[in-house]
C-alpha cells in the first residue's frame, strides 16, 4: 500500500510566522503535490515537483514556497503565515507519468491566528 | 478548457437506494478518470478509475459510466449505505502531459 504522512495533523501559528509543513512518501514515486482543501472550493493545487529539486506552479502558488531535497520528502513552506492561509492542506504522491493516480496523506488542518 | 465540473453539490439517499454523481470536462485529451472518496478529517482516497477505451467498470457496489461522445462520466453507487457518506471528487488528467483537475466535490449523506 501506498503510504503518505504528513508531520502534523493540526497547526496553529500567528499571523507572520514561517510555516513549514513536511510530506513524505515510501513508495519511490516520481511526483508529488501539495493542495489546500476550502469548503466549496474543493482541491486547489498549489505546487507540484515531478523529480527531485524540480518544482511547478499550480493554480494558487503566491504565499508559499516549496522544497524538494529527497526523492521521498516534499515540504510546503508559508514565507508569512496570514489569516487567509487557514486551510485544510493536503500533500499527495504519484508514480510517472502525471495524470495517473495521485495518493493523498491524511491532511493537516493550520489555523493561522 | 482544464474544467471538470460535478454535480449536484450534495446528495442525500436512503439506504438501499442508488447514488450518482455526475461529471462533465471540456478538454478532450483527458484520458484518466479517477473517482475519490474523502471522509471528514481524512485525506481523499483513490476509489475507482476509468479510461476512455471502456464504457463502464465496475468495482463491488461502485461503478463508472463513461460517456466519450457526451464528455461526462458518472459514479453510481449500488445499495448504497450510512457508511458510504462521503464526499466524492471525480478528477481527469492526461496522461504524461498534465497533473489530475479535481471536480469540487459531493457531499453523499446515506440516511439510515
Known amino acids: 500500500d501506498v503510504k503518505v504522512t504528513q508531520s502534523s495533523r493540526y497547526l496553529v501559528k500567528r499571523t507572520g510566522e514561517k510555516v513549514f509543513l513536511e510530506c513524505v512518501q515510501d513508495?519511490?514515486?516520481?511526483?508529488m503535490f501539495w493542495y489546500r482543501q476550502d469548503p466549496g472550493l474543493g482541491l486547489r493545487l498549489i505546487y507540484f515537483?515531478?523529480?527531485?529539486?524540480?518544482?511547478e506552479k499550480g493554480d494558487i502558488p503566491e504565499g508559499y514556497s516549496v522544497s524538494r531535497e529527497k526523492k521521498e520528502r516534499f515540504s510546503l513552506i508559508l514565507e508569512s503565515a496570514s489569516t487567509n492561509q487557514t486551510s485544510m492542506y493536503l500533500c499527495?504522491?504519484?508514480?510517472?507519468?502525471?495524470?495517473?493516480?495521485?495518493?493523498f496523506g491524511p491532511g493537516t488542518r493550520l489555523l493561522v491566528l | 478548457q482544464q474544467q471538470v465540473k460535478q454535480s449536484p453539490q450534495s446528495l442525500i439517499v436512503q439506504k438501499g437506494g442508488i447514488s450518482i454523481i455526475n461529471c462533465a470536462y471540456e478538454?478532450?485529451?483527458?484520458?484518466?478518470f479517477p473517482w475519490y472518496q474523502q471522509f471528514p478529517g481524512k485525506g481523499p482516497a483513490l476509489l475507482i478509475a476509468i479510461r476512455p477505451d471502456v464504457s463502464e467498470k465496475k468495482e463491488g457496489r461502485f461503478t463508472i459510466s463513461f460517456n466519450k461522445s457526451a464528455k461526462q462520466f458518472s459514479l453510481h453507487i449500488m445499495d448504497s449505505q450510512p457508511g458510504d457518506s462521503a464526499t466524492y471528487f471525480c478528477a481527469a488528467g492526461v496522461s504524461g502531459y498534465s497533473t489530475l483537475t479535481f471536480g469540487k466535490g459531493t457531499m453523499l449523506l446515506v440516511s439510515p
Open positions: 513508495m519511490d514515486h516520481e511526483n
Open positions: 478538454n478532450t485529451a483527458f484520458d484518466y
Open positions: 515537483s515531478y523529480d527531485v529539486k524540480m518544482k
Open positions: 499527495a504522491s504519484s508514480g510517472a507519468p502525471l495524470g495517473e493516480a495521485q495518493y
